[in-house]
């Protein structure tokens, strides 16, 4: 090479494992969803369809309704380490 040269580079962060863990009175009716299909799980605004993929590093959101019910919870994910994502459904009082 002679003289300046510019080279632009495109970077993707490496996506991250993740697995989702539901409650067990949960866990049956996602393998069967004739009996179950109120309950739907969103990653981002997208709904998924497995318990299991791959999500960039940096912040998300995780959604599950049922019903008339709606959870909501944000969180982090650093870069590098398998993510498990466990729901649970209960009310605690302090």
């Known amino acids: 090479m002679d003289g300046n040269t510019r080279l ?3 970077l993707s962060p490496l996506t991250v494992e993740y697995e989702i863990k539901l409650p067990d009175s949960f866990s049956n009716a996602w393998e069967k969803p004739a009996n179950f299909n109120d309950l739907e799980l969103y990653l981002d605004g997208n709904r ?30 650093d870069p ?10 209960g009310i605690r009082v302090h």
């Open 8 to 10: 632009n580079i495109s």
């Open 80 to 89: 590098g380490r398998p993510v498990t994502i466990e729901l649970f459904l």
């Open 48 to 77: 998924l369809d497995r318990l299991q993929g791959r999500i960039r590093p940096g912040r998300h959101t995780f959604v599950l309704t049922y019903r008339n019910l709606r959870f909501e919870d944000d969180f982090e994910v």
